[in-house]
């Protein structure tokens, strides 16, 4: 979070993994990541905080989030995932299918659902 502008405290940080923690397994995977960034932005914000949080995750610029990219973010974040576990995230973003996650579809992500 930090890298993406927002700066909690400890313990703010800590209410907000609680709060997202739904399996309360003391880390927060990649849904709860995605739960918490959602609510912690405000709208007004949400189409800059949005394209910062992308150029986290989208370390070599191309635009798109490979799969190389979700891992080594959700491992800085202290999720360990397995192969199978990266390729259904991003499969479950993936809307062209193309085995990598564009900005549209990380917005799609991100955007609170009816």
Sequence with gaps: MRSLGQKPTDSELQDMISEVDVDQSG?????????????????????????????????????TISADELRQVMKSLGE????????????????????TIDYEEFVQLLSPKP
């Design 27 to 63: 880390a927060i995977d990649f849904d709860e990541f995605l739960k918490m960034m959602s609510t912690s932005v405000k709208q007004s914000d949400f189409a800059h905080e949005t394209r910062a949080a992308f150029a986290v995750f989208d370390k070599d610029n191309s635009g």
């Design 80 to 99: 360990d995932l397995t192969d199978r576990e990266i390729d259904e995230m991003i499969a479950e973003a993936d809307k062209d299918r193309n085995g």
